[in-house]
Each structure stands twice: as structure tokens, then as C-alpha cells.
């Protein structure tokens, strides 16, 4: 810890590594601060990918003791998950019964806890180089120290590179103004920071609300679907809306396909956002390549899906103008099987992505082809969440969600979708 450090001249992560290491505190105060960070940081990264610290052999325990990690305040973060939820009263008596604890140690572990969450962001690079290391990704000397990058209440906790432009994966400030994406990791493109393209937080239970929500009100349209008949995803992305259904339908055995276009975000979702965690429960079916021919492909083998999500945009999120054409629909409805539904996502609602003409003839033709001239859409801005979206099919009943069985947490959308229906013979101009 920091009486090693001090020897040379500072508060470094190790002395052992280019240049005596990297500097990260000038006292007492601040490296015990940046420590207890780092800690819980390590603890939450553990938490997400399902390792408990016990598991972690000698050389991982090495790896963060060498870059200022105690294996117990490790433990002790990843027991609470955040620290700052409860007493340091608890933590304090836990140090003290420490047999290695000095007095020092006791004044370094009640360093101000206000300033714990910031200086944890601050070093979530270092945090994640680390259990890379303990993996076996990287040696210590390959640690990545730099200050990581901060966007409007977001740091940046990795970029990747994309033939459609940069990927940013984002970790959202726990106050962060917006509550609906507070604390969340998200994933975006570097050049449309107002288009979410996947959203992740760790644990059972489903959170992200907004718009995968509503595509996790899809199966309780299925509950008479052939349990054979998957439920089709186009537009898989990070895998966000697999794991919604998943976190939201717990005993439902129903398999999920998802096509992402994308190579780049499948790889950050395996990575970031627990996309492998669902496939290797059997949940979800991963594949890499175009929905629309990976779709129709399916359909030739014999493969019908018992409802479809559509959830494809460009490169700058914008509506694909192959869903403005009744051609593409009509391909999408001979995927279905009967009686099958399709909720589909036609715009972002805000920023340079939104485009209202577009949405507005992409919903008609979905309702037309798909639905039998029925549908509902979604009223925008209703419950926070602006993207304009399309559910097909007659218009859902209370008794429909019901005998659905239909999530508590989703029935406050219920009366959010509005009924509307094409005039006979019409296609499009009728909306």
C-alpha cells in the first residue's frame, strides 16, 4: 500500500513496473481514496461477470495487490456491491479486527466517502486493465493508467472501432440527470450521442426501461405460439432486448434469434453487456450478418418465428429506407408464423436521427402487411421514452395482457398504445 509506495517519492502503483510506475496520489488521504476506489470498482467488474474473489488465483490476487487492491476491501465491496448504501460503521470494525492493521491502515480506510464514486470513475480504465490482467489478457506492465475520457456525466470505458463508425461503450454516473439511463452502461456510436444503442446493468432483475420495454411486452401475444417457433430479433445489437425478455420471463422456455449487422457490437456485448451469459443458457441464438437476408434464409430452411422484433437503423441511427417499403414488410410477415406479431422501433424521436416521414410510412406498411390493416402505435413521449414505435395485429386488450401474464412493471405502458386502422384497399399516404 502506501508505505511501499512512498519509498519512492510518491504514491505509485508499483515500483516495479517502466519509470517506477505511475503516480496516482501526493498523500496519505488521496491514495487511500484512490485505493478504496479502485477496490470497488474491481468488486462491481467481479460482481458483473459473475466471479467471486475467492475464485481469483495467486497470480490474479498478486496482479491487484501490485496495483494497490487489498483482497479484503475487494471482498468486502463485492459483499455490499455499494459501499456507500451502508454503515461504515461496519467497515471500520471489519478493518479493525484486521490482525495486520496498523494505525495508519484505520485512518487511510476512513478517508471521505463522499469522494469515493468519482474517484472510482475516474480510474475505471485501471480497474478493468486490471481484471484483464487477472485473467491472463494482459501482464502488469501493460496496465492502462490514463484518466479515462468524461461526456456529460458518462465515462468512457472503452472504444472500439466499427465499419460504421467508432463504438462507445459509456458507464452513466450513478447521479446523473437523466434518471432513466442513471448508472447503466451504454452502448453508442461516437457520432450520435443521442441514439442508445444497447444499455446494460448487472444483476436479475430488468432495469433498463425506455424503449426495451416495450419490446419485452412482445410475448404475451406468443402465449398460443408453438413453443418450437423462436422469437426473431432484427437488430440484436448488445443483446439488450434478449436479456430483458430473458430477466422478464424467467420460466418462459421460448428461444430467441437475434441478427446484429455489426461484428464490432457483438463483440462488445459479449464483452460488456452479458450477451454471453445468454447464449450459454440457451436463451439466445447469436448471429452475425444482414437481418432481412439472414431472415429469409431461415424462412427457405423451414424456420418461422412466433413474433419479430424490429430494432434496425443506419450508421447514424436513422430509419432504414427499407422499412419505408412494402416489399420488405411482406418479406418480414412470411416469416411469421400465424397469428405471430411484430413490434417494431421506426424512430429515435429526437436529434439529427429522427425523421417522422420515415417512421410514418415504415408504420404503414408494417400494419398493412403484417397486422391485416390493425395496429397500434405508441403515443411518443408517453412515460419518457419519444421513439416512435409499432406493435401489429388487433389492438391489445385488458384480458389479452392478462391471460399473457404480463410483467407488473410493464402494465403502466398498457395505456400508452393506440389504436389505429388502415382504411380497406389503402397502403400508403393514410396515416
Not at 441511427?317 to 411469421?336: G, H, N, R
Amino acid at each position: 500500500g502506501g508505505s511501499t509506495a512512498g519509498r519512492f517519492g510518491g504514491y505509485r502503483v508499483t515500483n516495479e513496473w517502466p519509470n517506477g510506475g505511475v503516480q496516482v496520489a501526493n498523500s496519505d488521504e488521496e491514495y487511500a481514496e484512490w485505493c478504496k476506489s479502485f477496490s470497488f470498482q474491481v468488486a462491481v467488474r467481479l460482481r458483473a461477470h459473475g466471479v467471486h474473489p475467492s475464485h481469483l488465483d495467486d497470480r490474479a490476487r498478486w496482479v491487484l495487490e501490485m496495483a494497490g487492491v487489498a483482497p479484503d476491501w475487494v471482498d468486502y465491496y463485492y459483499a455490499t456491491q455499494d459501499a456507500q448504501e451502508n454503515s461504515w460503521d461496519e467497515w471500520d470494525q471489519r478493518a479493525s479486527e484486521r490482525a495486520h492493521a496498523s494505525a495508519a491502515d484505520l485512518e487511510r480506510d476512513r478517508a471521505d466517502q463522499y469522494g469515493s464514486r468519482a474517484s472510482a470513475d475516474a480510474n475505471e480504465r485501471v480497474v478493468m486493465a486490471a481484471v484483464g490482467g487477472a485473467y491472463g489478457a494482459s501482464s502488469p506492465s501493460q496496465f492502462d493508467v490514463r484518466t479515462p475520457t468524461r461526456v456529460d456525466g458518462m465515462t468512457v470505458l472503452e472504444e472500439y472501432p466499427s465499419d460504421f463508425g467508432l463504438l462507445q461503450v459509456m458507464r452513466v454516473d450513478d447521479d446523473h440527470a437523466d434518471a432513466t439511463f442513471a448508472g447503466a452502461t451504454l452502448l453508442m456510436r461516437a457520432s450520435n450521442q443521442n441514439a442508445v444503442l444497447s444499455e446494460y446493468r448487472p444483476g436479475s432483475e430488468p432495469k433498463t426501461g425506455g424503449i426495451f420495454d416495450l419490446f419485452a411486452m412482445l410475448p404475451p401475444f406468443l402465449v398460443n405460439q408453438p413453443g418450437w417457433h423462436p422469437i426473431g430479433i432484427l437488430g440484436l445489437g448488445a443483446g439488450t432486448c434478449a436479456r430483458e425478455i430473458a430477466l422478464f420471463y424467467p420460466e418462459e422456455n421460448r428461444r430467441m434469434v437475434g441478427w446484429e449487422l455489426d461484428p464490432s457490437i457483438l463483440h462488445l456485448g459479449r464483452k460488456w453487456f452479458g450477451m454471453d451469459e445468454l447464449e450459454q443458457s440457451g436463451r439466445l441464438t447469436a448471429q452475425c450478418g444482414d437481418a432481412f437476408e439472414e431472415l429469409r434464409r431461415a424462412r427457405e430452411g423451414g424456420g418461422l418465428c412466433a413474433g419479430i422484433i424490429v430494432d434496425v437503423f443506419d450508421e447514424d441511427s436513422k430509419v432504414l429506407p427499407q422499412l419505408t417499403k412494402f416489399e420488405t414488410w411482406e418479406e418480414i410477415a412470411q416469416s411469421l408464423a400465424p397469428g405471430g406479431r411484430i413490434i417494431a422501433n421506426l424512430s429515435t424521436g429526437r436529434g439529427k436521427s429522427a425523421n417522422m416521414q420515415a417512421a410514418v410510412a415504415a408504420a404503414e406498411a408494417a400494419i398493412v402487411t403484417c397486422g391485416g390493416g390493425h395496429g397500434s402505435l405508441w403515443r411518443g413521449g408517453a412515460h419518457g421514452i419519444w421513439n416512435e414505435v409499432v406493435l401489429t395485429g388487433p389492438h391489445p386488450t385488458i384480458q389479452c395482457w392478462a391471460d399473457g401474464h404480463l410483467p407488473m412493471h410493464l402494465s403502466k405502458y398498457t395505456d400508452a398504445w393506440v389504436p389505429i386502422t388502415a382504411p380497406p384497399g389503402a397502403r400508403q399516404g393514410w396515416m
